[in-house]
């Protein structure tokens, strides 16, 4: 595990990609060189797990801008027909009974589940995607992800290109 300043741990979870990041509270003000710190990983592993962190909307916002201008989602049954920062990927309705199959917002985050790139379709595409689980299932609800740098880094011709050069 390497260390980054006495309170921020990173440790690698995958060999291509992904690591854990420890010792810091995202709700709290963040000073700049724990963000730099976390910056610096995120530029390395490209996916970045903060486990038992606690946000709300508003903290989730504040630790986001640190990366720069948000993305305002348009109106859609993710976010409940309100357009902003946040879409909240639930089958639970307002009463908290499990919403049925034909609910706009269930079919809606059925889309959701088949593979995607968030913001890919969009002019500028946003730079992350910053997911917060409020609520886990015991079993399931996992998300796959994949790294292009990984999966270009190890495509054939591209081997074959470098050896030539």
């Known amino acids: 595990m390497e260390s980054i300043e006495s309170r921020i741990a990173i440790k690698r979870l995958h060999p291509l990609f992904v690591a854990e990041v420890t010792g810091i509270d995202l709700t709290a ?3 700049h060189e724990d963000f730099r710190a976390i910056w610096d990983a995120f530029n390395e592993h ?19 801008r640190h990366f720069g201008e948000l993305e305002t ?8 027909w309100n357009p902003g920062h946040i879409s909240v990927m639930t089958n639970l309705g307002k009463d ?11 079919q809606h985050r059925e889309r959701n589940e088949a593979w995607h790139s968030d913001s890919s379709f969009k002019p500028v595409a946003a730079l992350a995607s910053l997911l917060a689980s409020r609520i886990v299932p015991p079993v399931g609800g996992n998300t796959g992800f994949a ?3 990984a999966a270009y880094a190890a495509c054939p011709l591209n081997a074959k290109l470098r050896s030539k050069a």
């Open 29 to 31: 003000p963040l000073p």
């Open 46 to 64: 490209q996916i970045l797990v903060f486990r038992d962190q606690h946000f709300d909307d508003e903290s989730q916002i504040a630790f986001s």
């Open 73 to 80: 989602m348009i109106a859609h049954p993710g976010n409940d």
């Open 96 to 106: 908290g009974n499990f919403l049925p199959p034909d609910h706009p917002a269930m």
């Open 147 to 149: 790294s292009e740098r």
